[in-house]
């Protein structure tokens, strides 16, 4: 029985951390979006032209 809940345990432990790297994975890209939307509309470089080299 031990043995069942430490798997269990670790099961869900393995799902949150998978869970929490998708979902920084997701903010990061939805931040890159929006920075290269500024740059694109407003024809600027930010911090010296970061924008434009991830675009």
């Not at 951390?17 to 470089?45: K, P």
């Amino acid at each position: 029985m031990l043995v069942l809940v430490l798997v269990l345990v670790l099961v869900l432990v393995l799902v949150l951390v998978l869970v929490l790297v998708l979902v920084l994975v997701l903010v990061l890209v939805l931040v890159l979006v929006l920075v290269c939307d500024q740059a694109r509309r407003a024809d600027t470089t930010y911090a010296g032209g970061a924008s434009h080299r991830f675009c």
